[in-house]
């Protein structure tokens, strides 16, 4: 029964994931084009939907691991390209600083994309 809640929580958890990091997303793009949107809040907010992928992974591969879950094929590889994704883009914000709401906002995106064809995959 346990396994099973783990499960239904992973699977409910990924919809956060996917609607915060493309929330996240369309909120720096319309920082980059409206000054006035910009805040403190989309960086703590950008934050927590990009640690959101850290958590889901984590709750993924420890199912694998101690409940001895079988995933589907390439859904472990676009959670891990996640992690790296947000890896990447953490790491050019400095180089990147004059067009880090777009760096974000496409960042922001394209995570949500591998959280869609994560959860795709995982369905078939």
């Known amino acids: 029964m346990f396994a099973t809640t783990v499960l239904e929580f992973h699977e409910s958890f990924a919809w956060f994931v996917i609607i915060g990091n493309g929330l996240a997303g369309l909120w ?14 989309l960086w703590w907010f950008t934050l927590v939907a990009q640690l959101s992928i850290f958590v889901q992974v984590t709750i993924g591969v420890t199912m694998v691991s101690h409940q001895k879950l ?4 390439f859904h472990m590889f676009y959670g ?3 992690i790296f994704a947000v890896a990447i883009i953490y790491s050019y914000r400095h180089q990147l600083e004059k067009y ?5 906002g496409g960042g922001g995106l394209f995570l949500m ?7 795709l995959v995982g369905k078939t």
């Open 80 to 82: 891990f390209v996640a």
């Open 28 to 41: 720096a793009l319309a920082a980059h084009q409206w000054p006035a949107v910009r805040s403190r809040a």
């Open 100 to 104: 880090r709401y777009l760096l974000y």
């Open 113 to 119: 994309g591998l959280g869609i064809r994560a959860m």
């Open 70 to 73: 079988k995933a589907p094929q």
